[in-house]
């Protein structure tokens, strides 16, 4: 008799508790399948601490394999769900799709960050849900502090050192908290001009803090942040979002460079695709956690609205303290639906309290209903904490003592970039990097993976307002949500060496459809794909935004010397590769070059709207201030023909200009001399 397979999707803590619980249970007979992203389970209420500097980034990550045995683990994400056929399709990190069979499915996909239809938002706000973007939000902040202890203009100075914060609930507070710390101690070090210091805000539509908390853990809280100098703005959040800085809804325009977005949480959009019952997003299930009809399909953790039974007709929220409770509940109902020990049971719960790290010795704390702060809430806090991580006690124990005697390192290591971290994006836990595999979907604020739903921008949700936001916003252009997200794909090959995909067309991971391939001899000569356009791939959405400068070597900013492309092998067959030609030397801002002057394949002519086409393209190398010029030396490797009208292939009397080409027909083909009609653009020769 074969055994059963049981399909997890996620190892957040609801999926990590739930293959934990169920690696015990089945004891080998049964095969347990985890498929997550990443290889680590992420102990999210102490990311803070590590944008503050105060914990390495590993010591909140415990590794799956590591922890999880009998229990296989998958890397991937998962596109979609054949209810009907008991399958479960995904793509791995590095582009490959795959099918996992299911007898049993637990989808504990966790959740995304929640946006609202604000102007701007998407563009220039970061969330921080995952640990790309806490390391990024840690080199940020560092970076905005020394360039504005640098900086001769006190304006300048002011506005990179105002971070804010949307969003005072669990999150946010903490961010806003430790990051008034790690900013203070980092001008002690390199002063300011006189009597400036950084500056944090604190904005929420809710009346108080922590406004789903205990009153008085919310006045605690509040106490803390303003005696710590963080600027605490109840009943207002952002209007509008700019480079420059932010709008609030009071009407005051805030000169920033860092707006840190911490609104709320939306399920994952996989449910989504189900076409079974939702409430507000989530999974609708049993007090079994089983999904009604499917009783295959169980469902915990974020992305299940399960009933309260403490509550009738509430659903239990979003929280960490549930999702790991529920897992370990779906653990046990699979098993005994299985009749591999146990008998079902409902998801009962009892209110164990909250706990708030404030940084330092300061915390908000009311463990079984008693309420705490000052250092007796700080131990409460950070002793739960150990309790409750599954491993790597040790060591965060050790990052804490070393943090209360020794000062901390701030330092940029320039690990995660603006762009590698977009706020609307159903991934959260991984950073986009060039050439991968495009994004499961990512739209529009309106319809991406964290897109408001209806009520949500009704109400205001958890953090953030939509007064005053016209009904008809539109993402902006050259973002993810401009258009269907573009399918990268790479061999394996490929990504062994590390070498990026040449983009796709549209110079955006929004802007089109294309799929790009590469063959085994091309990536081992170093060409990049034929006909491939645009910017390089995924674009670079956000490579300037918030005063982050684009990284070298990647979309948007130089290219690393070395790269893939940057110097041809010589001797091909056809004599020197063209530049901008497939073998020959890249466009600069492209995965591997040094891009033509404001032309797509070649340097344009001085003072020609045509232009100076590259060497050895179709139609030759046109004379200086031609549109037509003499032709290419060789031509597809052989000599070209006998001269023509009186022009030598080696120079010579004056050549014929040759006719007029047409544009390239689509992506395969390979651009020749063409004359334009517009005139050039100036902005293609940087980032504007």
Known sequence: MSRPRIVIVGAGFAGYRAARALSRLTRGRAHVTLLNPTDYFLYLPLLPQVAAGVLEPRRVTVSLSDTLPNVRLVLGEADRVDLDERTLH?????????????????LAAGSVNKLLPIPGVAEHAHGFRGLPEALYLRDHV?????????????????????????????????????????????????????????????????????????????ATADR???????????????????????????GEFVDTRTLVWCVGVRPDPLVESLGLPMERGRLLVDPHLQVP??????????????????????YTPMTAQHA??????AAENVAASLGLGGTRKPYRHRDLGFVVDLGGAKAAANPLGVTLSGVPAGA?????????????????????????????????????RSWSVPLDTSSPEVARVPGGPGPRQETSARSGPGAAIEADARDGGSGAGSKGVPAGDEPAKGRPGSGPAAVLRR???????????????????GSGSAVLRRTESETAKGRPSEGATGDGPGGDPVGTRLGDEPHQGQPGGAPHQGQPG???????????????????????????????????????AKNQPGGEPAKNQPGGEPAKNQPGGEPGRKQTGEESAAPQSGASAQGGSSPQPPAEQPPPAGPGASPGPVKRTDAPDDSAKGDS
């Open 491 to 509: 061999t394996e090959s490929e990504t062994a060496k590390g070498r990026p995909d040449d983009g796709a067309a549209g110079g955006s991971a």
């Open 566 to 604: 940057d110097e041809p092998h010589q001797r091909q067959p056809g004599g020197e590769p063209a530049r901008n030609q497939p073998g020959g030397e890249p466009a600069k801002n492209q995965p591997g070059g040094e891009p033509a002057k404001n032309q797509p394949g070649g340097e344009p």
């Open 90 to 106: 995904y793509t791995g990190p590095e582009g490959e799709e795959g099918t996992l069979v299911y007898d049993r499915l637990v």
């Open 324 to 329: 790991w409770r529920q897992g370990r509940v």
């Open 224 to 250: 803390v942040l303003r005696q710590r100098g963080v600027d605490v703005r109840m009943g207002t959040s952002v209007k509008e979002a700019t480079h420059d800085g932010v709008l609030l809804t009071d």
């Open 142 to 218: 560092t970076r905005q502090v020394e360039l504005a202890a640098a900086a001769d203009d006190p304006k300048t100075c002011a506005a990179r050192c105002t971070f804010v914060v949307v969003g005072a609930g669990y999150t946010g507070t903490e961010v806003a908290a430790h990051g008034q710390m790690f900013t203070d101690a980092q001008v002690r070090r390199h002063p300011l001009r006189r009597g400036m210091r950084p500056r944090w805000m604190l904005l929420d539509v809710a009346e108080r803090v922590l406004p789903e908390m205990d009153p008085k853990l919310s």
């Open 293 to 314: 009809g499917r009783p295959e399909v169980f469902s915990c953790g974020d992305v299940a609205a399960v009933p309260d039974l403490e509550k009738p007709g509430a």
């Open 380 to 416: 409460v806090t950070r002793g739960y904490h150990l309790a409750a991580m599954p491993g790597n006690r040790v060591r965060v124990a050790a990052d804490w003592l070393l943090d209360a005697v020794l000062p901390r390192q701030a330092v940029q290591l320039g690990l995660v």
